[in-house]
């Protein structure tokens, strides 16, 4: 009798430390395992993810899962879903989180459904690294890598055991596989290849590839991993783990019934797990350690965590194990710098807890992760980070839900004077002055289609004041190609708007000599000559002793059309000098020199536009009329034209003014004449407008005369 009592107390304590150690995991598992019955209230609820979202157990327990928070439809529709005993795999988010869930029926001894269980993983590390880099899953799978995957023991070259979720995974039931060989099931032109799945012997760790038939005939490609194993008898069996690859599909192999399902299941955990006493000894490890560190699982048993952590790392991790053993809180995951069997560095995220066993704490148990990708895509980071500091112009980054500034680097805060705690979280558009807003919401807008922009806004520092600035903003994507923000580059052209004033009021003093010199030149080749005619016709007159009446009124005639096409040239010399101070513009100008000319001069003059003038600024506008001005005069005056033709066409880019006429004038004859330096007003003109890059062009017209053509960059200041 004694003997039972103690045997029964020998197997409660192991029952009791099962538990203990299954709490452990739970309680440590970087995700939530909840429980519901039938009426979806909430009977067990446990992990770290409850502290993330900001709820505790107590108070869920006994509690609708429906209840205690208003979710969004696609979270009261996985619930509902789970609630109906539904088996099912989905993502979902919670409070700023996101979670991987699996949800499988609890049934009774008779089958009935009597609840749901599932367990949420914490992926929001890994979601974030998968939309801010590559597709790269590795360094960010979920702690335990619960899958679809079908358990299948073999013994003796026939299957004894299938999980079954082979129902779910491959539409027909354990019935269809036990008793039989894989021979039998595998695909014909597939077992060549996988001998060692098929031999009773083989020994170790097996990869294979093959095909099944699924339930609706068609043949399904497996991945099968396996490992030879000792039952308690001693006897070799074979434990395999079956995968879909046709859809990826992992099974849910989470909450084994037994110690031996939990063994696996961390045996496949891409993750290291790890136990160790309270001196630091291994006392477990899974294939995990051994595919990281290189060594054997056998090694790992014989050896210290002080053999596996860096020197600079184990007093922290000394420390963590001191503090949990004292029961107070600790930091968690922690990150150590660890060392490979060859010497090779190992940064890894861990997240430990502690073993309790007859009352106390027996050792530690942990999950590792290699975070080394990560860690070197950190440091390329801050690299990166301590360029972008160098440069002199600001740099920000926003993202593109809200345009809330995610960046900013050093120089961004000397010009606009915001610290960076300051202006993260602030928007782009409270950068600019309020006359410039609209014209920023409308480059945000562009940016945030996928186009790049770059163009002239009045920025305005923290103190309020205001500042002209070129700004440069470009869409930003993730390794998928999607739009996640924007990159603004910002950088402060007061010095350079300066300079501009300078030299364009520098070059408009220019123009205003070169005017000069050119109505000097104007006065004396024309003006002049009339009234040294006029001066001439009234010596003839004053020197004649007699005239005759008729005479008389012929040399006053004569006098007065001198005198009345003097006034003309003088008017027109005028004129010139400042054609933006009349009302309206360019078209307008040019109308009335042509009426002008059609009345004095006998000209057939046409103009017609193309595009929009309003896109021409007035300075570029004055420019083309003195340039119609110079070209009109000079066809009156000796190309002994009947008609000219005035054309001005305003692009993407430039502006270009075209006269033509049918007179007998030479291409090359007036560029000989300008190289001369005769044809001054022309020779003015160009260089004029070289100056402001653009060009004078002269050639012949086909009809005969010719055509001067002026361009002008539209924005030429």
């Not at 006897?235 to 599909?249: A, M, W």
């Not at 739009?483 to 580059?489: K, S």
């Not at 430039?654 to 007179?663: E, F, M, P, S």
């Not at 002026?710 to 924005?715: A, I, Q, S």
Request: net charge neutral.
């Amino acid at each position: 009798v004694v003997h039972e009592i103690t045997r029964a107390k020998q197997d409660a304590e192991a029952v009791r430390a099962s538990g203990q150690r299954l709490g452990t995991l739970i309680a440590n598992l970087p995700g939530a395992v909840i429980v519901l019955d039938r009426n979806g209230i909430i009977t067990f609820v446990g992990g770290r993810a409850l502290e993330k979202v900001g709820v505790a157990a107590e108070d869920l327990l006994g509690r609708s899962v429906f209840e205690f928070y208003d979710y969004p439809p696609e979270v009261v529709n996985h619930l509902t879903r789970a609630v109906a005993g539904a088996s099912f795999r989905d993502r979902v988010e919670f409070r700023g989180a996101i979670f991987e869930a699996r949800w499988s029926p609890l049934r009774s001894e008779t089958g009935e459904i009597t609840g749901t269980i599932g367990i949420a993983l914490d992926i929001t590390a890994r979601v974030s690294a998968e939309r801010s880099r590559d597709e790269s899953d590795a360094r960010f799978q979920v702690l335990m890598d619960h899958s679809a995957d079908v358990l299948c023991e073999l013994r003796e070259g026939r299957i004894t055991y299938i999980s079954p979720n082979c129902q779910e995974a491959s539409g027909l039931p354990p019935t269809h596989f036990v008793g039989r060989s894989p021979a039998d099931l595998v695909h014909p032109d597939d077992l060549a290849a996988n001998t060692s799945l098929l031999a009773t012997g083989w020994t170790g760790r097996i990869a294979a590839r093959f095909r099944m038939r699924n339930g609706a005939g068609d043949w399904s490609w497996r991945e099968a991993t396996g490992a030879r194993i000792l039952d308690e008898a001693g006897k070799p069996r074979s434990v395999l783990v079956l995968r879909n690859v046709d859809e990826r599909v992992r099974a849910d192999a989470a909450l084994a019934a037994s110690e031996a399902k939990y063994r696996n299941l961390v045996e496949g955990a891409r993750d290291v797990v790890y136990t160790h006493d309270l001196q630091g000894n291994f006392t477990g490890a899974n294939a995990r350690a051994e595919a990281v560190y290189g060594y054997t699982t056998e090694e790992i048993l014989r050896m210290n965590i002080a053999q596996i952590i860096d020197p600079a790392f184990l007093p922290l991790a000394l420390e963590n194990m001191q503090r949990r053993l004292r029961g107070e809180p600790t930091e968690a995951p922690l990150e150590f710098l660890t060392r490979a069997k060859n010497g090779s560095p190992r940064w890894m995220e861990v997240v430990s807890g502690p073993i309790l066993a007859r009352g106390g704490v027996v050792g530690f148990q942990g999950i590792a992760r290699d975070i080394g990708e990560r860690k070197a895509a950190e440091d390329r980071i801050g690299l990166q980070t301590q360029l972008l500091d160098t440069v002199s112009q600001a740099i920000m980054a926003t993202d593109r839900r809200r345009g809330a500034i995610t960046y900013w680097n050093r120089y961004a805060q000397t010009l606009f004077g915001y610290r960076e705690t300051e202006a993260i979280g602030m928007t782009a558009l409270a950068l600019m002055a309020p006359q410039s807003r609209t014209l920023a919401v409308e480059a945000i807008t562009r940016v945030l289609r996928g186009e790049h922009w770059s163009g002239e806004l009045i920025a305005c520092r923290k103190d309020g004041t205001a500042f002209p600035a070129l700004v440069i903003g470009t869409p930003l994507f993730d390794a998928a190609g999607k739009l996640i923000g924007t990159v603004g580059v910002a950088a402060d052209i007061s010095q350079l708007r300066h300079a501009e004033q300078q030299a364009t009021f520098a070059r408009e003093q220019g123009a205003v000599f070169e005017e000069r010199a050119r109505i000097a030149h104007d006065l004396h080749d024309n003006v002049a000559q009339f009234f040294f005619s006029i001066g001439i016709a009234s010596k003839d007159l004053l020197e004649r002793t007699s005239v005759t009446p008729t005479t008389l009124g012929r040399r006053l005639g004569h006098i007065r059309r001198l005198a009345s096409e003097g006034g003309r040239e003088v008017r027109r010399a005028v004129s010139a000098l400042a054609p933006a101070q009349r009302p309206g513009g360019i078209d307008s100008w040019i109308e009335s020199l042509a009426d002008e000319l059609r009345a004095t001069g006998g000209l057939n003059v046409e103009y017609a536009r193309q595009g929009s003038a309003a896109l021409l600024s007035a300075e570029v506008q004055g420019d083309l009329y003195r340039a119609a001005q110079e070209a009109l005069y000079n066809v009156r005056k000796h190309a002994r034209a009947s008609h000219v033709c005035v054309g001005l066409r305003v692009d993407g880019s430039t502006a270009t003014l075209q006269v033509a006429d049918n007179g007998l004038g030479s291409a090359a004859e007036i560029e000989q004449a300008v190289a001369r330096g005769t044809g001054f007003g022309l020779r003015s003109l160009r260089e004029q407008f070289q100056a402001r890059g653009g060009r004078l062009v002269l050639s012949n017209n086909d009809s005969g005369g010719i055509i001067a053509s002026f361009v002008l960059p539209r924005n030429a200041t």
